[in-house]
């Protein structure tokens, strides 16, 4: 069964730290690829998305994520993370052809960032 | 502009009691979801519409009921209250893409239900 697979469920960083968060799916055809963030208390809101050509994206915030199609990963990424950034993360995916008709959704990576 | 809009924000419900979840949008979109997150599991698609008058299960419909007689409203009703749909509740809607597939999410507040 196609699946989206996010490994770090909690990561705790120091600010102006670096940040990788990782995000693997299942599925050898054609994706749509999303990752949102949710600060505490509020609603899910767009980080930054992948459709097609150059598979380094960049995001709101300084966020950037690469496309890497041989490894089927969407990887999370920010030079140096703030206290601000604290959130949880989830990683999405559009499954093309496959008669979906929504997103699937990683479990989610709760980021810590300590001042 | 309100966007994408829930209530109640927070609810208590005993086993068994039925209650409904409001979802409006101002939008336009002729997508519209509804997903429950619970700690660890991420977002679950519950039921999803294309548009008015047609909605589809996904991948966590037992318990659950939706209608869509409207563009802008897409409410989620809960017959018989168990203990295991204690979960944040979140509605979504996108504008027509391709399968709705390549349009991001606008996500509503969510409710926060318990059931005891």
């Known amino acids: 069964a196609q699946s989206v697979s996010q490994h770090n469920h909690h990561v705790i960083l120091s600010e102006a730290a670096s940040l990788e968060l990782g995000c693997n799916y299942s599925y050898g055809g054609t994706v749509n690829l999303f990752w949102y963030v949710q600060y505490p208390g509020q609603h899910l809101q767009l980080l930054l998305k992948?459709?097609?050509?150059?598979?380094l994206v960049k995001g709101i915030k300084g966020f950037e994520a690469e496309f890497i199609k041989s490894k089927f990963s969407f990887n999370l990424r920010k030079p140096s993370v703030q206290w601000s950034d604290t959130a949880e993360y989830f990683c999405a995916v559009g499954l093309m052809d496959t008669g979906r008709r929504a997103l699937t959704f990683g479990s989610g990576t709760r980021l810590q960032v300590q001042p | 502009n309100a966007g994408v809009t829930q209530t109640p924000k927070f609810r208590i419900l005993k086993i068994g009691q039925s209650m409904t979840l409001q979802c409006a949008q101002d939008m336009n979109h002729n997508y519209m979801y509804w997903y429950r997150q619970d700690p660890g599991m991420g977002l679950k698609l519950i039921y999803y519409?294309?548009?008015?008058?047609?909605?589809d299960k996904g991948e966590v419909p037992n318990g659950y009921n939706v209608s869509r007689s409207t563009t802008e409203d897409f409410p989620l009703r809960l017959e018989l209250a168990a203990p295991s749909q204690t979960s944040v509740y979140f509605c979504?809607?996108?504008?027509?893409?391709?399968?709705?597939?390549?349009?991001?999410?606008?996500f509503g507040n969510g409710t926060r239900l318990t059931v005891t």
């Open positions: 519409s294309v548009g008015a008058g047609i909605t």
């Open positions: 979504a809607s996108s504008p027509l893409g391709v399968r709705g597939l390549n349009s991001p999410l606008h």
């Open positions: 992948y459709f097609s050509g150059d598979p």
